[in-house]
């Protein structure tokens, strides 16, 4: 159980085009989700965490304008690169939290490659 | 803010041979620790977390970590490796700064098991 995916695995965008990562939670409701992002040899740092039918919260130095993030429901929550540029590639990780979990608990979905030329 | 430090970037070590993963974390309060495990295009994967109480922690797979106060350590351990643990791990923490939700990553440290 516990099962988060993501779509796609891997995109390849042009600079100044809008790319959307979807997360989903499989096979529970999760009324929060949070996003990551992974750079080459470091940490997930991150990026915001989202609560079903509310505005996401960004972390300091995150622009929210150039990442969007919808959860407009319990199982669904996107990303959407807005206008990205080569430096927005990298790898980005969405975890979910069912209702019932614990603070700390959260499931991770296999991350989307985005690679913008 | 609570961090944690992962020293090791990568760790070869032979099959059915011990293994440490060094972990050490800066926190002024009471933090909950984890370990994570991701195995190629695969998700993290929970291998164990220490919130409180006995400082020896169990989890999956046969790992096991210590949290020693002290030195600000969680080491992971393991007594023999398989092929099978050949992954990247990730040290993490989460404190009362962020409500315990938000989870600090380590860099992680990739493990590589040779036959």
């Given at each position: 159980?516990?099962?988060?995916?993501?779509?796609?695995?891997?995109?390849?965008?042009?600079?100044?085009?809008?790319?959307?990562?979807e997360c989903r939670s499989l096979d529970f409701q999760a009324t929060t989700m949070f996003w990551y992002r992974q750079?080459?040899?470091?940490?997930?740092?991150?990026?915001?965490?989202?609560?079903e039918g509310s505005k996401a919260t960004y972390e300091q130095g995150v622009e929210k304008d150039k990442f969007l993030i919808n959860h407009a429901s319990l199982t669904l929550s996107t990303l959407t690169v807005?206008?990205?540029?080569?430096?927005?590639s990298s790898f980005y990780i969405c975890s979910a939290r069912p209702p019932t979990g614990q603070i700390y608990e959260q499931y991770f979905g296999p991350g989307t490659r985005l690679t913008v030329t | 803010a609570q961090s944690v430090t992962q020293l090791d970037s990568q760790v070869p070590v032979f099959e059915e041979a011990p293994v440490e993963l060094r972990c050490n974390y800066s926190s002024s309060v009471s933090v909950y620790l984890f370990w994570y495990v991701q195995y190629p295009?695969?998700?993290?994967?929970?291998?164990?977390?220490?919130?409180?109480?006995?400082?020896?922690?169990?989890?999956?797979?046969?790992?096991?970590?210590?949290?020693?106060?002290?030195?600000?350590?969680?080491?992971?351990?393991?007594?023999?490796?398989?092929i099978s643990d050949t992954a990247e791990y990730f040290c993490a923490v989460s404190g009362p700064s962020g409500g315990y939700q938000k989870v600090t990553f380590g860099t992680g440290t990739k493990l590589q098991v040779i036959p």
């Open positions: 159980g516990a099962v988060v995916s993501q779509h796609p695995s891997r995109v390849i965008c042009k600079s100044g085009t809008s790319v959307k990562i750079f080459p040899k470091q940490s997930l740092m991150l990026m915001a965490t989202s609560n807005t206008s990205a540029h080569p430096e927005d | 295009n695969q998700g993290l994967q929970l291998l164990l977390k220490y919130l409180s109480g006995s400082t020896l922690v169990k989890g999956i797979n046969g790992f096991e970590a210590e949290f020693n106060k002290s030195q600000t350590s969680f080491h992971l351990r393991k007594p023999s490796v398989h």
